[in-house]
């Protein structure tokens, strides 16, 4: 089992667009695959029409008796589950600073379904907080989108230092650019400038596109409904890279 | 997942219908789908609650209890046999491979299949539940039977409830849950009795019956299973099939050996010698088929440096066995054979083993007697082997009284108590197995030293080759010891005093 997190200390980079479809795509590859939704926007399970019930509380969540199983839904397509996200994950961290061991209480719960699915994506939140370390510590690999714009690549070079400072393994880290508008100069002078200067720099750029904005009409991965587009065609591009990164690593290379 | 069985005209439509009075609906595309489905001759994976089909270009490995492919592979070929061993490294390969092992894996039957699916939505237009209206179209031995009309229905992950409310409709209408899985249904349509494909039946005789009638019942079905695999052995599709045949005619000829005071004597003394005769023409091929099965386990044996060295003495084992396979399988298109079946079934419907004055005793009456007198050719064998240091001949005489009364037990087992039963045969076939082992080391050691003897050594390759034979051949003695000192222990499951006394009271059996 692969964890692999969707993760930026900034919001609106296209996280949840891409934990979605790459979801998505290790699943019609007949993986067996759950998308773990915990930003409190709850944005990924809206896109898969998926409601968290009434008794889904953050509370509940961390407690030890294994209950993420129950919260579990089959989304709308094969092999792909996910468990959704409730408002009050807000308070996941001040729940999570309550129990023991507290950075590594989600990799325990997610260990659980080592036999059950080989992919677990997690749907994180921005901003570092307990929830992020935890993620930190539990995902094989943490996907960090980059816009190619200065701010984001700020934030991008803090998550490293983060990583180094609190002896996180870097290797972990896996940024790729995303919403890249080509015919914004900065954008294309960014990625020239910063594809070499970060290790591990994905080539696969998810270009900002009015398909994936409209995964909030069509409520689907924008490979389902634009197979197709620019967009789903760098998603897929995307997931290879991550599959040979993955391959990299089980074969202790990197 | 749950089956429904849709026997009545339109039942789909008003089906659908009512469940749209609840959820929305969303009709997918019409799939059609030809399947067609393998298993070895004696149903190995049937017998484990599994199937495999091929479809889509794909192999697919089924769980029939929870309706579940667990494996699939791309496959693009359609033939009509295929070996494990010939797939591709998978996780299906490794699933298939401690199940049907050598055996071939054989076309049984094919399904043309036209599957609409549906999925029932709920109010944020989720897919809650996925249902399947299917119709299937048996195709077998060139006849196309169709069959009636299932409703799958799929619980989605985390909506059972909305699963069972859609069940709830559908049960509304009187339709039935089917309790059989899909390729269950297909298998008793086709009219396949996977326990019939092999030579060990079971006989459910009640105590009081003739002996005659039991005879002729048992001898009846073996006939029978030497028919059904004729065409396997000529075809040689899977050794299984001569293996199936020699158990039948090796079953036939003990009986007939042990009931000769039942059986007509010039009838007797003629199908002894036929079937003895037949079992004889197919020794050689049984041989091959076993020395061959050898192959890598005496490849692994054996140094790397001699590995090579087995390739022509398989190669040659190969060629004598394709002449050996030709042989058997002209045999049985023979006259000869032919007529000697059709003589021994007319011999058996004709009721001559009902009217005979011995016919009449009580088959318990009977059973009794003979195993009563054959298990004391066994135990007083086995005595002989534990006191000396037993030889090959005296071991093979033991092998063929201990297979006598194995048979015996199980043709009579229905009319004695199971779990006593059981045991008594498990102990036997204990026996049996190492006692098997010991001849095939007997028979592949004595080939062996032939093919030493005629080396030519002014071959280059001839020392190597030797030196391979030398190393088998110790191996096969070291093995022969080992197997001996198992055998003692192994007796003495048999011939243990609380053993003993059940042997008293199930069998009347005493020890003078």
């Given at each position: 089992m692969k964890i692999i997190a969707l993760y930026n200390i900034k919001g609106g980079v296209g996280k949840t667009a891409a934990c979605v479809n790459l979801g998505y795509l290790a699943a019609s590859e007949g993986y067996s695959t759950l998308i773990?939704?915990?930003?409190?926007?709850?944005?990924?399970?809206f896109y898969f029409r998926i409601k968290a019930s009434r008794k889904q509380t953050a509370r509940k969540l961390l407690k030890k008796k294994n209950p993420l199983k129950r919260y579990i839904r089959g989304t709308d397509f094969n092999h792909l589950d996910l468990i959704p996200a409730d408002i009050s994950y807000r308070n996941l961290d001040i729940f999570l600073d309550k129990t023991k061991k507290s950075k590594s209480r989600l990799k325990k719960?997610?260990?659980?379904?080592?036999?059950?699915?080989?992919?677990?994506?997690?749907?994180?939140?921005?901003?570092?907080?307990?929830?992020?370390?935890?993620?930190?510590?539990?995902?094989?690999?943490?996907?960090?989108?980059?816009?190619?714009?200065?701010?984001?690549?700020?934030?991008?070079?803090?998550?490293?230092?983060?990583?180094?400072?609190?002896?996180?393994?870097?290797?972990?880290?896996?940024?790729?650019?995303?919403?890249?508008?080509?015919?914004?100069?900065?954008?294309?002078?960014?990625?020239?400038?910063?594809?070499?200067?970060?290790p591990g720099m994905r080539k696969s750029l998810i270009p900002y596109s009015a398909d994936v904005e409209k995964m909030g009409l069509q409520r689907k991965p924008v490979l389902v409904f634009r197979k197709n587009s620019p967009a789903s065609r760098s998603y897929r591009y995307l997931w290879k890279e991550i599959q040979q990164t993955m391959k990299g690593i089980s074969q202790g290379k990197q | 997942m749950q089956y429904y069985l849709l026997e009545k005209r339109n039942q789909a439509n008003l089906v659908l219908n009512a469940l749209a009075k609840t959820f929305k609906i969303e009709k997918n595309t019409v799939n059609k789908e030809n399947r067609r489905y393998y298993d070895s001759v004696d149903w190995r994976l049937l017998r484990q609650n599994?199937?495999?089909?091929?479809?889509?270009?794909?192999?697919?490995?089924?769980?029939?209890?929870?309706?579940?492919?667990?494996?699939?592979?791309?496959?693009?070929?359609?033939?009509?046999?295929?070996?494990?061993?010939?797939?591709?490294?998978?996780?299906?390969?490794?699933?298939?491979?401690?199940?049907?092992?050598?055996?071939?894996?054989?076309?049984?039957?094919?399904?043309?299949?036209?599957?609409?699916e549906i999925y029932l939505l709920n109010t944020d237009d989720k897919r809650v539940v996925r249902l399947c209206f299917r119709r299937s179209i048996l195709l077998r031995d060139q006849k196309e039977s169709p069959l009636n009309q299932t409703l799958q229905v799929n619980p989605i992950r985390g909506y059972e409830k909305e699963s069972e409310m859609a069940q709830e409709i559908i049960r509304d209408f009187g339709i039935e849950s089917l309790s059989d899985s899909l390729f269950r249904r297909l298998i008793g349509t086709a009219g396949i009795k996977p326990e019939r494909h092999s030579s060990k039946i079971k006989f459910d005789f009640q105590d009081t019956i003739p002996i005659g009638e039991a005879l002729q019942k048992i001898f009846i079905q073996f006939a029978e299973v030497m028919k059904r695999n004729e065409a396997g052995i000529r075809k040689d599709i899977d050794i299984e099939f001569l293996h199936d045949f020699r158990v039948a005619v090796r079953r036939t000829r003990s009986l007939m050996s042990q009931a000769k005071s039942i059986i007509p004597a010039r009838e007797g003394a003629y199908f002894k010698i036929k079937f003895a005769d037949l079992q004889k023409k197919t020794n050689n091929l049984r041989d091959l088929d076993v020395f061959l099965l050898k192959e890598q386990?005496?490849?692994?044996?054996?140094?790397?440096?001699?590995?090579?060295?087995?390739?022509?003495?398989?190669?040659?084992?190969?060629?004598?066995?394709?002449?050996?396979?030709?042989?058997?399988?002209?045999?049985?298109?023979?006259?000869?054979?032919?007529?000697?079946?059709?003589?021994?079934?007319?011999?058996?419907?004709?009721?001559?083993?009902?009217?005979?004055?011995?016919?009449?005793?009580?088959?318990?009456?009977?059973?009794?007697?003979?195993?009563?007198?054959?298990?004391?050719?066994?135990?007083?064998?086995?005595?002989?082997?534990?006191?000396?240091?037993?030889?090959?001949?005296?071991?093979?005489?033991?092998?063929?009284?201990?297979?006598?009364?194995?048979?015996?037990?199980?043709?009579?087992?229905?009319?004695?108590?199971?779990?006593?039963?059981?045991e008594i045969v498990d102990h036997l076939k204990g026996v049996q197995d190492l006692l098997g082992s010991y001849n095939d080391l007997v028979i592949q050691s004595r080939d062996l030293e032939k093919r030493l003897s005629e080396l030519n050594f002014s071959n280059k390759t001839a020392s190597r080759t030797a030196a391979a034979f030398g190393g088998l051949l110790t191996h096969f003695t070291q093995e022969k010891v080992a197997i001996k000192k198992q055998l003692k222990k192994t007796f003495q499951l048999i011939n243990d005093p609380t053993q003993i006394k059940k042997y008293q009271s199930l069998f009347n059996y005493r020890i003078k």
């Open positions: 773990c939704d915990l930003d409190p926007q709850g944005a990924a399970s719960l997610l260990l659980a379904f080592q036999d059950e699915y080989q992919f677990i994506f997690l749907d994180c939140p921005p901003n570092i907080t307990l929830v992020s370390e935890n993620v930190f510590q539990a995902s094989h690999h943490v996907l960090v989108p980059v816009i190619p714009t200065t701010l984001s690549i700020l934030a991008y070079e803090k998550l490293f230092n983060f990583f180094k400072k609190h002896h996180y393994n870097t290797n972990k880290l896996v940024p790729f650019f995303s919403m890249v508008e080509k015919r914004k100069k900065m954008h294309t002078e960014i990625i020239n400038n910063y594809s070499h200067q970060f | 599994l199937c495999l089909y091929h479809a889509e270009k794909q192999l697919h490995l089924g769980n029939l209890n929870y309706n579940l492919t667990i494996a699939n592979f791309p496959f693009e070929n359609l033939p009509q046999t295929l070996f494990v061993k010939e797939l591709p490294a998978s996780s299906l390969k490794n699933r298939l491979k401690p199940i049907i092992d050598v055996r071939a894996l054989i076309h049984q039957l094919s399904e043309k299949c036209t599957a609409q386990p005496f490849k692994k044996i054996l140094p790397v440096s001699l590995k090579k060295s087995l390739d022509s003495l398989f190669d040659d084992i190969r060629q004598q066995r394709r002449n050996a396979q030709q042989n058997v399988a002209e045999l049985l298109v023979s006259k000869e054979y032919r007529e000697m079946m059709k003589e021994w079934s007319h011999f058996l419907r004709a009721g001559q083993l009902l009217s005979h004055p011995e016919a009449k005793i009580p088959v318990v009456r009977f059973a009794k007697k003979i195993i009563r007198k054959r298990l004391k050719r066994v135990l007083l064998e086995m005595n002989n082997l534990i006191i000396g240091s037993p030889q090959d001949g005296q071991i093979h005489a033991l092998r063929i009284e201990a297979k006598k009364l194995r048979y015996l037990l199980e043709f009579f087992s229905s009319i004695f108590p199971v779990q006593e039963m059981n």
